[in-house]
């Protein structure tokens, strides 16, 4: 076993060496920087997605205060009429649709929170990928500045394949961690975002939809005798 051992252990040491010897750092650093592109492109969805489903939600407020404003001159109309039962028909359906309103109202502003957050992260997130990307560069052109000047020393000194293999080993060591410390700081930030509101959840038991809609009826009555005030009658 230790004989085998030992020949893994050069088997080992043999392919890590080719392996270092076919790999380009400057394609890893490529990679890296594609693959923090594709995060803020996921960042960018989501912030157009949130935006999206705001917007949706304003044009339905929009035609619900609409019919409200519809329903209360219908109201009154009625009540000019003397058509009571008018009246009260126009300001019940009024009630429901203000509910739906407030609940709207609700879903809009945590939506407009969501998005704050995801345009602050989208960008953060924009800063240090450029960052990186004017680093990689950098790397890149000193890797090959370095690797033009070993062959050139190689030539004239006579340098042989094991020293340029420390020296590039030295440098594959330096882009790898610097390649890791901006890919961690990438998933950083996106962990820092958090998820999205389940905007369509409905919340609230039999008990407090029994106590809306006293509330609301209790409103009707109100609002019908302010309107009857208001005609003489």
């Known amino acids: 076993m230790g004989l085998l051992d030992r020949m893994g252990t050069v088997v080992k040491a043999k392919m890590n060496k080719l392996v270092n010897r076919m790999e380009d750092p400057r394609e890893t650093l490529d990679y890296s920087y594609e693959k923090q592109l594709e995060m803020l492109q996921n960042v960018k969805r989501g912030v157009a997605d949130v935006t999206t489903s705001k917007k949706r939600l304003q044009l339905q407020r929009s035609k619900l205060q609409q019919n409200i404003d519809k329903l209360d001159?219908?109201?009154k109309d009625a009540i000019k009429?003397?058509?009571e039962d008018l009246a009260r028909m126009a300001l019940e359906r009024k009630?429901?649709?203000v509910i739906q309103v407030e609940g709207l109202d609700t879903q809009i502003s945590d939506l407009e929170k969501e998005q704050e957050k995801l345009v602050a992260a989208e960008k953060r997130l924009s800063?240090?990928?450029e960052v990186f990307r004017t680093r990689k560069e950098t790397i890149k052109a000193q890797y090959s500045a370095a690797e033009a000047q070993v062959k050139i020393n190689e030539s004239v000194s006579g340098i042989g394949e094991?020293?340029?293999d420390v020296g590039l080993a030295i440098d594959r060591a330096e882009n790898k961690t610097e390649e890791?410390?901006?890919r961690a700081s990438a998933l950083d930030e996106l962990l820092e975002t958090g998820t999205l509101d389940d905007v369509t959840a409905s919340g609230g038991d039999d008990i407090?939809?029994?106590l809306a809609k006293m509330h609301?009826?209790?409103g009707v009555d109100a609002e019908l005798a302010r309107l009857k005030e208001e005609a003489g009658k």
């Open 73 to 75: 001159r219908q109201a």
């Open 180 to 182: 890791m410390k901006a």
């Open 127 to 129: 800063t240090k990928v």
């Open 216 to 218: 609301a009826e209790s």
């Open 162 to 164: 094991e020293m340029a």
């Open 208 to 210: 407090d939809r029994e």
């Open 95 to 97: 009630s429901a649709l």
């Open 81 to 83: 009429a003397d058509r």
